[in-house]
């Protein structure tokens, strides 16, 4: 079992940042990848970034490359988004994922809300 706790949401400007904060606990030697998700009301979940454990290949959504950045600190277990240059667009509830385990198991944070409003 894998345990999420996110952090760092909040209200912010358009063109503001924001960092969001991961930190993982229980089965962490499994994790093989982490990444943050995001939806918006009316929508559906989406992928914003991912980031492998071991050689930490990146991916972003076309939305947001350019903007945004994933990073991971192995030694805290932390996994980052630095959300730059915010757009009202980019207002959701982000969560942040692991994959995890033989069977690739998906768990989940509980999710943070992020506003992007003037």
């Known amino acids: 079992q894998v345990q999420l706790a996110e952090s760092g949401g909040g209200l912010v400007q358009p063109g503001g940042s924001l960092r969001l904060s991961c930190a993982a606990s229980?089965?962490?030697?499994?994790?093989?990848?982490m990444a943050w998700y995001r939806q918006a009301p009316g929508k559906e979940r989406e992928l914003v970034a991912a980031?492998?454990?071991?050689?930490?290949?990146?991916n972003y959504a076309d939305s947001v490359k350019g903007r945004f950045t994933i990073s991971r600190d192995n030694a805290k277990n932390t996994v980052y988004l630095q959300m730059n240059s915010l757009k009202s667009e980019d207002t959701a509830v982000y969560y942040c994922?692991?994959?995890?385990?033989?069977?690739?198991?998906?768990?989940w944070g509980q999710g943070t809300q992020v506003t992007v409003s003037s």
């Open positions: 980031i492998t454990t071991n050689g930490g290949i990146t």
């Open positions: 994922n692991a994959v995890a385990g033989l069977i690739r198991s998906n768990y």
């Open positions: 229980g089965s962490i030697f499994s994790i093989s990848a």
